[in-house]
């Protein structure tokens, strides 16, 4: 059996007398999509902040590519491989799309730029660029201002950004957030193209997508994972259905 | 609407053009004038580099001007004493020459800068603001009280320093040369922001979370740019210093990071010109209002207000019909 790529042990958090994550030990497999799925405020951007290195944890450990990454601040993480979308789009909206996937490209290539050199001119860095923003389909935006994108546009770009990192895993925080019925069927599509370059560990209150996309699915309540498994295990899981997706067994 | 280069090509021919008309019409205060502007604009475009690209709002650049003006008053009142400066464990002797003072000035503030930049930058916000603001006041009662130094009188330099090759006494060639080093540091500013590290900068500005997603950090961007541009002003000061051939501790005050910040907002933040203008704008200012009434900072404080609540990017942003370079 593979190793996992990305993987946490026993990962905690408290902010006070309030427990954010609870024990929480999740791993992500090649070519898969890990859905960690729950109701608002179980922890799951907790989780996500502790894995990509934005928040310490308390206690726990958190494991890329079989490295220790605990120790690591975001920026070494991404540069071990981890590659993060955010929930509100985290983008510089006075730049245009294409500096923004371009970010991307010199953050992946740090080393390889000049301090001096038009940034414009490296030609290695626009193919890396150019290459995510066509996988997305927002070569036709290169020009435009962030900030005069559509929001569908914006979490298109937000995958574009974390594509030119070319990651070994993703880590998406609700890439389907405040998308319409149609961008969802899109973004869905696209993700499940995406599972075959690097796994996904998907965090989407989409139950549609979750269910559409996911390999496995990890139920988070109050901090604690309370059941791992296939779609259809999650489905018929009792405790599930009473602590999240609402229905009296 | 005007396009942003032709307003850059416009300014720059300007600065040359009027010191050269006043040498024809001996008109020597005039030259002097703009050299004034000339020098406070290559210090705002130090400050440009951390605020206008990099979002760092400093209240204490006066601290580099400062320091770039004590660098050059020290070496040359050694010089002129023809006492030895003593460093403790070594005595150097003081110079006249502008471009060992200028090498000094820049890098003692660069070395400052960085030290500052490692204290501060972990702070944003109102609290950078007041961090920086203490170091510069901290520099300011420093000076005040150094009596080696002139103290609160400050320090006079009898002749100018010297440059090989001119005259820095023949007010032209010296700003000749202050020019020179204004469109050095507007070059130098220019390729910064067209690089990867400007881009990176700029984004670290807009949304530091994102920079550090991408692999970079987002606290040494910050600081490599705010030794720069510590560098920059710290020059300017020297330049200042020389100009006047006297340094004091107001050139540490708050008020003259202040008035930094204000050419920054006038001409417009981040743009490669913006500094220049609100300097050529703000030196303008004080001469002809100046000559109206004592109290030409009101006149100077209603124009920042209606520059801020209608012409959010200053002079170049209401020419240009762009609030921002990127918009």
Redesign the interface.
């Known amino acids: 059996m593979s190793e996992p790529i990305l993987a946490t042990h026993g990962l905690q958090k408290s902010f006070g007398a309030l427990t954010a994550t609870d024990d929480v030990s999740i791993d992500l497999m090649p070519g898969e999509i890990h859905a960690i799925i729950g109701p608002n405020g179980a922890g799951k951007s907790t989780l996500i902040a502790q894995i990509?290195g934005?928040l310490p944890s308390d206690a726990g450990r958190v494991d890329l590519m079989g490295q220790d990454v605990t120790q690591l601040?975001?920026?070494?993480r991404?540069?071990a491989g981890l590659?993060?979308t955010?929930q509100i789009s985290?983008?510089?909206?006075?730049?245009?799309v294409f500096?923004?996937v371009?970010?991307?490209a010199?953050?992946?290539t740090?080393g390889a730029?000049?301090?001096?050199?038009?940034?414009?001119g490296?030609r290695m860095?626009k193919e890396r660029a150019m290459s995510a923003l066509e996988r997305v389909g927002l070569t036709e935006a290169g020009n435009t201002?962030c900030a005069d994108l559509s929001h569908g546009q914006r979490r298109q770009l937000e995958v574009a950004?974390a594509l030119?990192?070319a990651p070994k895993a993703f880590v998406m925080d609700e890439p389907m957030a405040g998308l319409g019925a149609e961008g969802s069927k899109t973004m869905t599509g696209f993700l499940d193209g995406l599972r075959a370059e690097a796994p996904i560990l998907l965090v989407e209150h989409d139950m549609d997508a979750v269910f559409a996309l996911a390999d496995r699915i990890s139920v988070l309540v109050y901090g604690r994972i309370i059941a791992t498994g296939s779609v259809e295990d999650i489905r018929a899981s009792r405790e599930v259905r009473e602590a999240y997706l609402g229905e009296s067994a | 609407m005007i396009a942003e280069r032709y307003i850059n090509g416009a300014v720059l021919l300007g600065l040359i053009a009027l010191p050269l008309l006043a040498l024809t019409a001996d008109e020597i205060f005039t030259i002097t004038l703009t050299t004034r502007a000339v020098i406070l604009a290559l210090a705002a475009v130090g400050l440009n580099i951390a605020l206008g690209i990099g979002g760092m709002v400093s209240f204490g650049h006066a601290a580099f001007f400062g320091i770039g003006g004590y660098a050059m008053g020290i070496l040359a009142f050694h010089a002129q004493t023809f006492t030895p400066l003593d460093l403790g464990a070594v005595e150097i002797g003081g110079t006249k020459s502008m471009p060992v003072i200028w090498l000094v000035a820049t890098l003692i503030s660069a070395l400052v800068a960085w030290v500052i930049g490692l204290l501060s930058l972990r702070t944003t916000g109102v609290y950078f603001i007041m961090i920086t603001l203490a170091f510069g006041q901290m520099f300011y009662y420093f000076a005040i009280s150094w009596g080696t130094y002139g103290g609160e009188d400050g320090l006079s330099i009898y002749v100018r320093n010297g440059f090989p090759g001119l005259n820095t006494l023949v007010p032209i060639q010296f700003f000749a040369l202050c020019f020179t080093a204004l469109c050095g540091a507007l070059i130098l500013q220019w390729r910064l922001r067209a690089s990867a590290f400007g881009l990176a900068l700029n984004a670290v500005r807009q949304t530091p979370q994102r920079v550090e997603t991408v692999g970079l950090n987002p606290m040494r961007l910050k600081l490599v740019a705010f030794v720069i541009s510590g560098a920059i002003t710290g020059l300017a000061g020297a330049l200042f210093a020389d100009l006047n051939r006297f340094v004091s501790p107001t050139m540490f005050s708050w008020q003259l990071s202040g008035e930094l910040i204000i050419l920054i907002i006038i001409g417009g933040v981040g743009r490669l010109m913006g500094p220049v203008i609100g300097a050529a704008i703000f030196v303008a200012l004080e001469h002809w209002l100046g000559g109206l009434t004592d109290y030409w900072h009101v006149w100077l404080g209603t124009i920042l207000l209606l520059i801020v609540l209608f012409g959010r990017g200053g002079v170049i942003g209401l020419l240009t019909g762009k609030e921002g370079p990127h918009v």
Do not use: P
């Not at chain 1, 985290?90 to 245009?96: P, Q, S, W």
């Open positions: 990509s934005s601040g975001t920026e070494a991404a540069k590659g993060r955010f985290a983008l510089a909206m006075e730049d245009t500096e923004n371009l970010l991307g010199v953050g992946a740090s730029w000049s301090m001096f050199r038009a940034v414009t490296n860095l201002r950004v030119t990192l």
